[in-house]
C-alpha cells in the first residue's frame, strides 16, 4: 500500500518507524520546514525528517499546503505520488479539501485522545491538567473540521496518580504507533467501519501558553498536583520565592500535610521540598528549576539553596 506519511515532532517518530518496519511502502513524508534551535539558532530538522532520511525517502517541506506556489507545487507533487492512503501525524498544518481528496482511501489521522474528548493541539497537556484517569490513541479519516473526521479505531490507557504530561506523550506516541499498524491492516482486509462523533460530547484542547504556568496554592493540592504535572516538560508550572522563579518538573500529592499552614506556605525543607495548599493538602516537589540554572531533584537544589521552613512561595 502507497502511504504519504505527514508528521513533524518526536511524537510523530514511532509512526513513521513502525509502518517503514512493517514493510508498508512509504513513498514520501512531508514535514514542517527546518527550524533554528539551540544559542546559535543553526537551523535543525525535524525529528521526522532525520528518520526519514536515514532510511532514503524523500522528504518535502512545504511552507503552506493552502495558500501559494509552495502549496500548489506541493498539491502537485502529492497527485503525482498518487498515494492510497495520507497518514498524518502531529504534522502542524491544515490540510485543505484539496489535499483530504488526494488518496484512493482515506487522509487518516492518529490522534492523543479518546475522541471526541480533547479535539486540538494540547490533548495530552490537558488531559492530565483535568486529572483525567484515562486517555488514549484515536484514528480517524480526516474532515476539514478540528479533528471531527469519522473515528476508525481507539486504544485506552490510564493515566498515572503523578505522570507527567511529557511521559504521557512517550507512551501515546507508542501506543498510537500500534494502532496506525492494526487500522491499516484492518483498511487492507476492508474489516473496519467508521464512526461518526458525537459532537455533544466534545471538549477543546488549545496550545498550550505561558500564562497557564503561575501556581496558585490557595487552590486545591489536587489542582496544583495537575498543573505541575500537565505542563511539564513546557512551559512547566512556576512559583516564585525569596525573589526567585522556580520551574517545577514532578510533584507528589499528600493528603492532610497543609492543615494549619497558610497556602504557599514550605511545610517541610529538609531535603524535601512541601508546600500547604489552599484546601489542608500539599503537595510535595520532586524535581525543579531555577532560573538560568539546570533541572535537578529537589534535594540536591536544597543543599546548596536553603529555603526557609514557613517561607511562602508566591505565584511564579
Same mark, same amino acid.
Given at each position: ?43 535543525? *530538522? ?6 526519514? %532520511? ?28 498518487? *498515494? ?61 473540521? %478540528? ?24 507512551? %501515546? ?114 524535581? %525543579? ?28
Amino acid at each position: 500500500m502507497r502511504i504519504v506519511f505527514m508528521g513533524t515532532p518526536d511524537f510523530a517518530v514511532p509512526c513513521l518507524k513502525a509502518l517503514i518496519e512493517s514493510g508498508e511502502d512509504v513513498c514520501a513524508v512531508f514535514t514542517q520546514p527546518d527550524k533554528p534551535k539551540g544559542r546559535g539558532y543553526k537551523l535543525a *530538522p525535524p525529528p521526522v525528517k532525520e528518520l526519514a %532520511l536515514t532510511h532514503k525517502i524523500p522528504v518535502f517541506q512545504p511552507e503552506s499546503l493552502k495558500k501559494g506556489e509552495d502549496a500548489k507545487a506541493a498539491v502537485e507533487k502529492l497527485r503525482e505520488i498518487s *498515494p492510497d492512503l495520507i497518514v498524518v501525524v502531529a504534522y502542524g498544518k491544515i490540510l485543505p479539501k484539496e489535499v483530504l481528496e488526494i488518496p484512493k482511501l482515506y487522509c487518516i489521522n492518529v490522534h492523543a485522545s479518546l475522541l471526541p474528548k480533547y479535539r486540538g493541539a494540547g490533548p495530552i497537556q490537558w488531559s492530565v491538567l483535568n486529572g483525567e484517569n484515562e486517555t488514549g490513541v484515536t484514528t480517524m479519516i480526516m474532515a476539514e473540521g %478540528l479533528d471531527t473526521g469519522d473515528m476508525l479505531l481507539k486504544k485506552s490507557t490510564p493515566i498515572g496518580e503523578d505522570e507527567t504530561a511529557s511521559e504521557l506523550h512517550d507512551r %501515546l506516541s507508542v501506543l498510537g504507533a500500534e494502532l496506525l499498524l492494526e487500522t491499516i491492516e484492518r483498511v487492507k482486509l476492508e474489516n473496519i467501519t467508521p464512526e461518526k462523533q458525537d459532537d455533544k460530547l466534545s471538549s477543546y484542547a488549545p496550545m498550550l501558553t505561558k500564562e497557564l504556568c503561575g501556581i496558585d496554592f490557595s487552590k486545591p493540592a489536587r489542582e496544583v498536583h495537575n498543573q505541575i504535572r500537565g505542563l511539564s516538560d513546557w512551559p512547566c508550572a512556576t512559583a516564585e520565592v525569596n525573589g526567585k522563579k522556580l520551574k517545577f518538573y514532578k510533584s507528589k500529592f499528600i493528603a492532610d500535610a497543609g492543615k494549619g499552614f497558610k497556602p504557599g506556605e514550605i511545610i517541610d525543607n529538609n531535603e524535601k521540598l512541601i508546600i500547604a495548599c489552599g484546601d489542608g493538602n500539599a503537595v510535595e516537589i520532586l524535581q %525543579l528549576q531555577a532560573e538560568c540554572g539546570k533541572r535537578m531533584n529537589t534535594a540536591d537544589y536544597l543543599r546548596g539553596n536553603k529555603i526557609e521552613k514557613g517561607t511562602v512561595f508566591g505565584k511564579g
